[in-house]
């Protein structure tokens, strides 16, 4: 988008304010004082501009237009070029103009001067002492020893392909990210499940019944994106004629997009979707094509549960490049036309779905079978007392979702004649759970039934069809004796791994009980605050007195660099390089770049800078340059060895290699876009062959078989349990703490914060001023709580007995159910001024470990809790 003259005019009527404001912000004439007519008369006559860039403070990278006077920004508003947010921001996008002059911000790179563990006193350094501190800690680490010695935690990353990769694999540093208390324990179901990488969308273009599964629509955005694209979404969908049912403890949630709420007991989902499967099984309602055709439920399976398989020699490529033979196994179906069994990829086979067989005297069953039999006693009269929900809602449900699933039915898109499934769920955060990889797994199964998966109007769950690197190794899980890097990869406690700084944190708390390799000494922490944002607290401030050096890039002295940094390097806010930033809604892909509005404030530097600078000091800086070459994907235009780019000119190369004139593209239109994603690009039916040949795991063979080698290996059962091929139902960890421990625990994110860094902007603080607990008016009442009330809440860990505490306030919500309190995230902070005494962290009643994490090592966020009044 050009910025036109019209563009100029519109919201010119903020320009006075905004250089009223403008006035009290560093480096401007008559900063600070009450300014006089002469001073006022000089401002009305400084220069306007404007910069494409886009939003830093979000998730989803909105692309906005900074409006400058001055060489300083004045104003945000959203670019109408740009798929995502068509034009708008949210307060968040809006209001991060005040973290680019937020006076508390680090503004020089600061280096310790007194111990560790406690309020930290600090002395002003220049960038080459800092880097050259942070350089000589990594360097004293033997390159072949980093992986186990060195780590580098990130919060959310702006720019994976210069910090993830790059920086990482050139140090050969142990990455550590934030997946694990998002929403990976999705990820890691549908990986294994289907092949593709997220969790739970619809395709809001063609969906008419959609499962709103714990979406917090109105504060956490959803599967991949924000607020703003997912709103804009649901409300035309619901102008066509969606149906949305909302299964969660609250109502609020929802907002008024709901139809239908069934107020679900927390942790209960998996009972409820093998309850849908029980109906819809019961009733016909399966896509029997789509099962045959491209699921492994046809596979045959052994009286042990693993599948019947046949031993064939191939050629494989070794890491080398060259061609070795290997022994595969391969799955055996019934054929129905030779009567027997044969192997499943044979030529002209046509599959048994259903039955039991014997061949060559072992009885064995198919897939589907196995399910009819695992559902048959999951009736919603046994979800109901489990969920506390009418059984008949259950079944209302299902019924519903078979007959809006038009089994059979087909649709032409871009020309491509697809089956029309319209019916999908949306769900997201909700799967950080104990149970939630098993319950997002029977949520896809409920899916797999209908036909729905990358079906029109179906379940989706990546934005394109991209069969993901987790594919393969799924289908083998590597089970690995000892000993185990820190997040215990591949180990016999969690085979899959989703990388969770927590449990880094009991395993450097008891190395010998978790097998652990070796102790990790050095870290760098990118734009994350583990010591407030991460669960279980007190296990991540005791792990972080064992370390030996902790640097950390970030705009702000967070809590964790205030106790434990040795040294901080300034980062900027938004006045930085930084991409490639994706910028699809699902439907239209589009790309753009981070363009500094703005140079950056005070001594502060972009984070790319800093790596390249830091990369150089390590001596380490063509490898880096190297990586970035091969993740950018440049060739024409590859960034040369030997010296050190400017930022600019890496993304003026990356522009170039697209065919673009140049990164000049971005600085004058701002978005690129490359036009509608078509239908052989979006649905996975649409691949030649459908879904890359691939057969989704309706039975999880891989599972059972991890569990075995879990087994062998001497793992308890708490480790092992989840590990099994169907989702099977068993009782939460949380459920055995005492019974005057007798509410659950949940969190939600607030609709005016994101990561710590918006909880800083004074606008968005004023909404949202303290922590609170949501807590249903009668349950409060029948404690005698008042709403505005002082609480005390004390979590209990059910294996271990320990007891935590925190203080606030109560706030009365009628739609949340009465055996559930909420906790928001984004409070607890007490370095910078304007969030101090404004109530506790979550993160400090939520445990970590067995039995607080699912069986893919992600965490939960659900424990039992009393409240009292204070």
């Not at 399976?301 to 070794?318: C, H, I, M, Q, S």
């Not at 039991?356 to 979800?383: I, M, N, Q, R």
């Amino acid at each position: 988008m050009r910025a036109s003259r019209r563009t100029v005019l519109k919201g010119g009527g903020v320009l006075g304010a905004g250089l009223f404001v403008t006035r009290l912000l560093p480096g401007w004439p008559g900063g600070g004082s009450d300014g006089t007519a002469e001073e006022l008369a000089e401002l009305a006559q400084l220069n306007e501009e404007f910069v494409h860039t886009t939003c830093w403070i979000g998730k989803q990278d909105c692309s906005m237009i900074a409006r400058k006077v001055n060489g300083r920004v004045v104003k945000f508003e959203g670019n109408p070029d740009n798929p995502r947010n068509r034009g708008t921001l949210c307060p968040k996008g809006i209001g991060q103009i005040q973290a680019i002059y937020d006076p508390a911000r680090v503004k020089t790179p600061l280096v310790r001067t007194n111990e560790k563990g406690v309020t930290g006193t600090w002395k002003q350094a220049t960038w080459e002492e800092a880097l050259t501190l942070v350089a000589n800690k990594v360097k004293e680490i033997p390159e072949d020893d980093r992986s186990k010695h060195l780590i580098w935690q990130k919060g959310r990353s702006k720019a994976k392909d210069f910090y993830d990769d790059a920086f990482v694999k050139a140090t050969g540093a142990l990455k550590l990210h934030h997946g694990a208390f998002c929403s990976d324990a999705g990820y890691r179901a549908m990986e294994l499940t289907t092949g593709l990488h997220g969790v739970l969308h619809p395709d809001f273009r063609h969906t008419r019944y959609l499962l709103s599964y714990g979406w917090d629509a109105m504060n956490g955005g959803g599967n991949k994106t924000c607020q703003i694209t997912w709103h804009h979404q649901l409300i035309e969908a619901r102008e066509r004629g969606l149906k949305m049912v909302h299964i969660d403890p609250s109502r609020r949630s929802a907002g008024p997009f709901a139809d239908d709420w069934l107020p679900i007991r927390p942790g209960t989902d998996m009972a409820f979707f093998l309850a849908l499967a029980n109906v819809l099984v019961e009733n016909g309602y399966v896509d029997t094509e789509y099962l045959t055709k491209h699921s492994n439920a046809v596979s045959l399976a052994k009286a042990d549960g693993t599948f019947l398989t046949e031993t064939r020699t191939v050629t494989v490529e070794n890491d080398d490049g060259e061609e070795e033979q290997e022994e595969v196994q391969i799955e055996m179906v019934w054929d129905t036309a030779s009567g027997g069994a044969v192997a499943i990829d044979t030529e002209g086979v046509q599959p048994a779905l259903e039955g039991s067989y014997t061949v060559d005297g072992v009885s064995v069953k198919t897939g589907f079978e196995l399910f009819k039999e695992h559902v048959a006693s999951a009736t919603p009269e046994w979800a109901a007392e489990l969920c506390d929900l009418p059984a008949n809602e259950i079944r209302k449900v299902a019924m519903e979702m078979g007959e809006a699933a038009l089994i059979g039915s087909t649709i032409v898109v871009d020309g491509i004649t697809l089956p029309y499934r319209p019916v999908a769920i949306m769900g997201y955060h909700v799967t950080q759970q104990e149970l939630g990889f098993q319950a997002c797994r029977a949520a896809a199964l409920v899916m797999m039934l209908l036909g729905s998966i990358e079906a029109v109007g179906g379940q989706r769950t990546d934005y394109t069809w991209k069969v993901y690197k987790n594919w393969e190794p799924f289908g083998d899980i590597s089970v690995k004796e000892g000993p185990y890097n820190p997040y215990l990869k591949a180990s016999k406690f969690f085979p899959i791994n989703s990388n969770n700084s927590s449990i880094v944190a009991h395993a450097m708390l008891d190395p010998e009980k978790y097998e652990l390799e070796a102790m990790p000494k050095v870290m760098i922490i990118h734009h994350a605050n583990p010591v407030i944002a991460f669960p279980d607290q007190k296990a991540i401030i005791d792990s972080y007195k064992l370390f030996e050096f902790i640097a950390i890039v970030d705009p702000w002295l967070s809590e964790t660099a205030d106790l434990f940094a040795d040294v901080v390097l300034p980062a900027a806010t938004i006045e930085k390089y930084e991409g490639v930033m994706s910028a699809t809604d699902q439907y239209n892909d589009a790309k753009a770049l981070r363009i500094p509005p703005m140079d950056p404030l005070f001594e502060s530097r972009g984070d790319i800078d800093i790596y390249l600078d830091l990369c150089e000091k390590i001596g380490i800086l063509d490898k880096y340059i190297e990586v970035v070459n091969k993740e950018l994907k440049l060739e024409e235009y590859a960034i040369p060895l030997g010296t050190r780019p400017e930022v600019r000119d890496i993304f003026d190369r990356w522009s170039k290699e697209q065919g673009l004139e140049g990164i000049e593209f971005f600085e004058r239109e701002g978005v690129w876009q490359k036009g509608p994603v078509t239908a052989d690009k979006f649905y996975g039916y649409a691949q030649d062959p459908p879904f890359d040949g691939n057969r989704h795991r309706f039975y999880g063979e891989s599972l059972l078989r991890a569990q075995n080698d879990m087994k062998d290996l001497g793992a308890g059962e708490i480790f092992w349990r989840l590990y099994t091929p169907f989702p099977t139902w068993m009782t939460a960890t949380l459920e055995g703490s005492p019974p005057e421990y007798d509410l659950y625990l949940i969190s939600r994110k607030l609709m005016e914060f994101k990561q710590a860094r918006s909880t800083f902007i004074p606008v968005l603080n004023e909404l949202a001023p303290r922590q609170f607990l949501e807590m249903n008016t009668q349950a409060a009442k029948d404690r005698g709580l008042d709403d505005g009330d002082e609480v005390v809440i004390e979590s209990q860990n059910a294996l271990t007995g320990e007891t935590r505490q925190v203080k606030t306030i109560v706030r009365h919500l009628e739609t949340m159910r009465p055996d559930t309190v909420c906790l928001p995230h984004h409070y607890g902070f007490f370095t910078n001024p304007i969030t101090k005494d404004q109530g506790p962290s979550g993160n400090t009643l939520f445990f970590s470990g067995e039995g607080y994490v699912s069986n893919t090592a992600d965490q939960s966020f659900h424990v039992k809790v009393k409240v009292s009044k204070a």
